[in-house]
């Protein structure tokens, strides 16, 4: 703690001493004319590396400053229909049932409920020099002492230990907590050399501090370190950035890996990911299961991974003054990691629907809790051919336009078979009777005295729907305790049977040899 307390000190005294530097690089010169007011403060951090005349601290400060610009902190609020903001605690609620019932009571007397962004503090505006320099001070002293660190090349450092958050997430001072909390690690350690093992052992701590609990999927801003060593519990994107502020404070190149939607159920995911020497990727997820020791439960069609830097080659880097995208697509901080988790292939598709007029981009979409929602983008050719590269196999797809803000149909939906060829869903002119005993994959076991098995509440009404450019009802009917039957409907489409009054978690299927296959 005294050495800290010193490193302070240091800071201030260097900060009042620095002179002014009026000569930077283009890209310098830009953050601090982005920065507005908050200039001088990044000028103080510039002059303190500056005087230390250390090369490899101050490229670390440009890489900081360089993309301050793409990091901020978003705090969301619910609001109703009429846009009056709606006070809301999910720990108010003894679990995420009684948290639902409470949403669910709120809509009937408020309409419509959304989670809105309600204040954005972008980092280039209010970073602090103080911040930077503490930030970057540690993580150097970190790399340089760690006994595990010393194989990790300054590109891994840079973008994996360096960085100072983890998403969107309030600017809190993370890294001197962590430091002192893990200073005698290497002597608990059979390989003080083992990235992997030092990993494991900080992480099996942080599962004493922190935790998972689903109330917190209705507390859609990131957490700080502050606010969740007080709760003790975030949903996995906290999770994620509490494992990463404990790792990258001692020299371990962390970062997250996520699916902004599954391919095969409702919600996204998100988990950690550490890098070893080398640059190979070890997935785990923080505060729950170790590196190695870790396994997605469901299907993805795309996996990305979060950097600092920017990306060049994402889509924000394509479009058009103007143009709009899907709006996580049009981010610029992260990399495709898809083939490090599934089987991919490449799907090429002729669009044979009409373009839309200065429509440039076309997006494969996966259905996901009662909406088709865009997983990758592919441009459009002259000749109307579009391909989107690396995805995941085995999964049901709709290609899709972006136009005002909203996504439209851009051609028939598909199932990317494990071969990877691809399935047409076009609806036949026949007719078919379906036998219905869920509304989503279930395990079905051997049923006993010619009963047959179902997964649907009795006496609760359902109602199928089938896949034609838009969601066409086929009618309702109520359980009796026995499948539903539906006779005469369209054959070899994509259905969706949904309970009435649910919250659309229910799966889609195709109906083959008189089963329901789920997608």
């Known amino acids: 703690m005294k ?48 005087a230390k005349e250390d090369s490899l601290q101050l490229d670390a400060l440009n890489f900081i400053l360089e993309n301050l610009k793409n990091h901020c902190y978003v705090k969301f609020a619910l609001y109703d229909s009429n846009k009056v903001e709606i006070p809301f605690n999910v720990l108010d609620y003894k679990n995420y049932d009684e948290m639902i019932l409470a949403l669910d009571s709120l809509e009937e007397k408020k309409g419509e409920l959304n989670w809105k962004r309600k204040k954005k503090l972008e980092d280039i505006k209010t970073i602090t020099a103080e911040f930077i320099i503490e930030n970057i001070e540690l993580a150097f002293t970190a790399w340089q002492q760690k006994s595990w660190a010393k194989n990790f090349s300054y590109d891994e450092f840079r973008e994996y230990i360096l960085p100072y958050r983890g ?39 942080v599962k004493n501090l922190f935790g998972f609990d689903a109330r917190f999927y209705c507390h859609p801003t990131d957490q700080g370190l502050s606010e969740m060593l007080k709760n003790e519990l975030g949903r996995c994107e906290d999770m994620t950035n509490f494992t990463i502020y ?44 170790n590196p190695d020791d870790y396994n997605l439960h469901h299907k993805l069609a795309k996996a990305y991974r979060k950097t600092f830097s920017e990306q060049k080659e994402n889509l924000a880097f394509k479009l058009n003054e103007g143009e709009k995208a899907p709006p996580w697509l049009a981010g610029k901080n992260y990399l495709d990691v898809t083939s490090i988790y599934t089987k991919v292939s490449d799907v090429f598709l002729r669009l044979d629907y009409e373009i839309p007029d200065s429509i440039r981009f076309a997006y494969l979409c996966v259905f996901n809790a009662g909406e088709w929602r865009a997983i990758h983008w592919g441009k459009i050719d002259s000749l109307n051919n579009v391909t989107f590269d690396k995805m995941g196999i085995d999964i049901a797809y709709l290609p899709m336009f972006y136009k005002n803000k909203e996504l439209i149909p851009a051609g028939a939906a598909f199932i990317l078979e494990k071969d990877g060829t691809l399935r047409e869903i076009d609806i036949s002119e026949t007719t078919q009777n379906l036998k219905l005993i869920s509304v989503t994959r279930k395990i079905i076991k051997q049923a006993t005295e010619n009963k047959e098995i179902i997964f649907l509440d009795k006496d609760a009404e359902y109602e199928l729907f089938y896949w034609n450019d838009e969601w066409i009802s086929l009618g309702e009917k109520t359980c009796e305790g026995k499948p539903l039957l539906f006779e005469e409907v369209p054959s070899n489409c994509l259905y969706w049977l949904v309970k009435k009054d649910s919250r659309k978690e229910e799966r889609i299927f195709t109906y083959e040899n008189g089963n329901q296959v789920w997608w």
């Open 167 to 205: 998403s969107s997430e309030p600017l809190e001072s993370w890294r001197s907590f962590f430091l002192e909390r893990y200073e005698t690690l290497s002597e608990e350690m059979i390989d003080p050399t083992d990235p992997i093992e030092a990993a494991r052992l900080i992480n099996e701590d």
């Open 246 to 289: 404990a790792l990258r404070a001692n020299a371990l190149p962390i970062t997250s890996d996520y699916t902004p939607h599954w391919a095969d159920t409702g919600n996204n995911h998100a988990w950690n990911t550490i890098i070893i020497p080398g640059g190979k990727a070890v997935p785990f997820m923080g505060a729950e299961a």
């Open 3 to 50: 050495k800290i307390i010193n490193f302070f000190s240091m800071c201030i005294l260097l900060i009042l001493l620095s002179c002014t530097v009026t000569h930077y690089s283009d890209s310098i010169s830009q953050t601090l004319q982005d920065a507005g007011k908050n200039k001088k403060e990044i000028k103080k951090a510039l002059s303190y590396f500056q």
